[in-house]
């Protein structure tokens, strides 16, 4: 572990620079970009080595934490901003496929020995914006120097009531799987940022958007609480990310590939594929999608659907839970072989 720093030190540490790096630029990054991000009470100002939290009795404090790797997450000319969007938009996106409110957020940074303070007022900036969108504040981290790729990790905390969270099990023989939003969009987006689709500039446009800034379903969190048996949100690929529903709630998933919820953008792509089916498994197998997949029980659907239209957010209803293990994934009424369910990591 780091030494304690002194009172003089600001206690959103700056671990110590490598050599030839300035320590200082470190404690200006926080004192100009991150301390006004903090929240105005429970983040201490960034000027202690904790957050104090305030007690909500009745309720259970949910985190989540993800990290996102440069050429691995994002690629390297990724406006920074989006980086800093992106990070705290999927873990956003976990807290609500658990019904959470979002409250703060803990983050760690660290950056490339190369990067000047255009970069980092640009990721400051991109948290500003997001902060005021979804109502989180910044409580507090780390910021570090390295000679590696630039790399983020941020941990984000909510609210539910004691013992509301929504998990990965629950899901029953019997009850309805399904989706919100489009599916598809996060892996074609990193296709369009990368210059491999042939599509109009505003589908190119579109699909960019939603892989560098995908939208957590924040808002549908309470009514994920109040109507799904299980959830989690789509990260590894849709087929994967409902293999692990099926494992935790120890159950088999059955779903037509034709049901699948495609935008405008991922419709015109679809056209231009020879193998329909071939195309329709890779967009649900991407994955960077960050909707919410759900177990719902058949008789709390439409209630489910009430909030989803009142919100102006598209439902899906894909297939259904079954006796067995795994998931089966038909096209036309028959069996389509996946192999590649989503992505692995190493």
């Given at each position: ?23 200082a ?14 929240h105005?009470?429970?983040g ?28 691995v ?20 996106s ?22 000047g ?5 640009a ?25 590696g ?49 042939a ?7 579109a ?7 995908p ?37 088999g ?16 792509w ?27 029980a ?8 009430r ?40």
């Open positions: 572990m780091r030494p304690r720093p002194s009172s003089s030190t600001p206690p959103w540490t700056a671990s110590p620079a490598m050599p030839g790096v300035d320590a630029d470190e404690f200006e990054t926080i004192e100009r970009l991150f301390r006004p991000l903090a105005p009470q429970w201490r100002s960034l000027i202690d080595d904790v957050a104090a939290l305030p007690s909500r009795p009745g309720h259970d404090l949910i985190l989540t934490k993800d990290a996102m790797v440069e050429s997450h994002f690629l390297p000319d990724d406006p920074m901003d989006t980086v800093a969007r992106k990070l705290l938009r999927v873990n956003l976990d807290l609500a496929a658990k019904g959470a409110e979002p409250f703060g957020y803990l983050l760690a940074c660290f950056w490339p020995e190369a990067s303070w255009l970069e980092r007022e990721f400051a900036a991109g948290l500003a914006e997001d902060q005021a969108k979804f109502g989180v504040y910044l409580l507090g981290g780390d910021t570090v120097v390295t000679p790729p630039a790399s983020f990790s941020l941990t984000a905390l909510g609210w539910i009531p004691q013992g509301r969270a929504v998990a990965r099990a629950g899901a029953a023989p019997g009850d309805l799987i399904v989706v919100t939003g489009m599916i598809g969009d996060g892996f074609l987006g990193l296709k369009a940022a990368r210059g491999e689709l599509l109009e500039d505003e589908r190119i446009a699909l960019t958007a939603h892989y560098r800034t939208e957590p379903r924040v808002d549908f969190a309470l009514a994920v609480r109040e109507y799904a048996a299980a959830a989690l949100d789509v990260s590894d690929g849709l087929i994967a990310d409902m293999g692990h529903m099926a494992q935790a709630s120890g159950v998933i059955l779903i037509d590939l034709e049901k699948l919820p495609l935008s405008r953008a991922a419709t015109a679809l056209e231009t594929r020879v193998d329909p089916i071939a195309a329709l498994t890779e967009l649900a197998t991407g994955g960077d999608d960050y909707e919410v997949i759900m177990a719902v058949p008789n709390a659907i439409d209630g489910l659907k909030e989803a239209d009142a919100r102006h957010l598209r439902l899906t209803v894909l297939g259904v839970v079954t006796e067995g293990e795994g998931v089966v994934v038909r096209y036309g009424g028959e069996i389509v072989e996946v192999t590649q369910t989503g992505w692995r990591h190493g």
